[in-house]
């Protein structure tokens, strides 16, 4: 399981290495509502293009290594404890939005600038995506169990509308 603590700890050494990464996914949903609300077995991150050999030196010196290569929608590392990081490099454009790549070529993930915010995990801020672009990425695909508690928590929270 990936911990509060794991997640600040990784924080720490990708600012260090001065890597801009910003959370998605389950802590990122965590970090929107500013509390831990379930288990989460990994840490979503975004991080700029350019910086990833930067960010892969200072992972891999943390001890984490690759398990998992989607290139260039999303890779993994992990931990030989456990916590696993799921990477998602981006192409940001001059006015702050950004691209990914997806698995079709023709169908990147779009970040429009404004889907870029702020957080909180065990009381640190940390850059995250917004509530709405979290409930844009939770469509098209048949939702687990996680997925049905994060948006049933955005919807208690945030008083929004979610597919699911």
């Given at each position: 399981?990936?911990t ?8 720490s050494?990708?600012?260090e290495?001065g ?59 992990s ?10 490099p ?16 023709q ?6 600038a404004e ?6 995990i065990g ?9 709405q ?7 098209g695909y ?23």
């Amino acid at each position: 399981m990936m911990t509060a603590a794991d997640v600040l700890s990784v924080l720490s050494v990708l600012r260090e290495a001065g890597a801009d990464v910003v959370i998605v996914g389950g802590w990122g949903i965590d970090a929107l509502i500013g509390a831990e609300t379930r288990g989460h077995r990994d840490l979503d991150l975004l991080h700029r293009e350019e910086q990833e050999p930067a960010l892969l030196a200072a992972l891999t010196a943390a001890g984490y290594a690759q398990t998992l290569d989607w290139r260039p929608a999303r890779f993994v590392l992990s931990h030989p404890s456990g916590p696993e990081i799921d990477l998602h490099p981006l192409r940001f454009a001059p006015d702050g939005s950004a691209l990914q790549s997806s698995l079709d070529p023709q169908e990147p993930f779009r970040y429009p600038a404004e889907c870029f915010v702020t957080g909180t995990i065990g009381g640190t801020r940390v850059r995250c995506i917004s509530v709405q672009q979290q409930i844009e990425f939770h469509q098209g695909y048949e939702p687990g169990p996680a997925d049905l508690h994060d948006m049933a928590r955005l919807r208690a929270e945030f008083g929004v509308t979610t597919h699911f």
